[in-house]
């Protein structure tokens, strides 16, 4: 099993930026596709973006595309949603997750940090 924490969160302004970290504990981070998924209130929670076991390869949703950026880094067990030109929509609690299946675009993962709140202000 893994065990993931986020941080990162907290209130910006429309335009601003923030950094969050998954910080992964237990069986080898490198064995897991993982993802961050966010979930705005009274939405259903939704893929953000995910990344393949080795980082080479990304995914994003459209809505994110070109703002956020996913990365990790095996030797330190984290990965990271570095989340530009913020908008009042990306309000929501961000989770990351993980999966031990190649899979990236998909909603069937099996561990789940507790969430973190961004809040972006007009």
């Known amino acids: 099993q893994v065990q993931l924490v986020e941080s990162g969160g907290g209130l910006v302004q429309a335009g601003g930026s923030l950094r969050l970290s998954c910080a992964a504990s237990?069986?080898?981070?490198?064995?897991?596709?993982m993802a961050w998924f966010r979930q705005a209130p009274g939405k259903e929670r939704e893929f953000v973006a995910g990344?393949?076991?080795?980082?080479?390869?990304?995914y994003y949703s459209d809505s994110v595309k070109g703002r956020f950026t996913i990365s990790r880094d095996n030797a330190k067990n984290t990965m990271y949603l570095q989340m530009n030109s913020l908008e009042p929509e990306d309000t929501a609690v961000y989770y990351c997750?993980?999966?031990?299946?190649?899979?990236?675009?998909?909603?069937?993962?099996?561990?789940w940090g507790q969430g973190t709140q961004v809040t972006v202000s007009s």
């Open positions: 990344i393949s076991r080795s980082g080479g390869t990304t």
């Open positions: 997750a993980a999966r031990l299946r190649i899979t990236i675009r998909t909603t069937e993962y099996d561990y």
């Open positions: 237990g069986r080898t981070f490198s064995s897991y596709t």
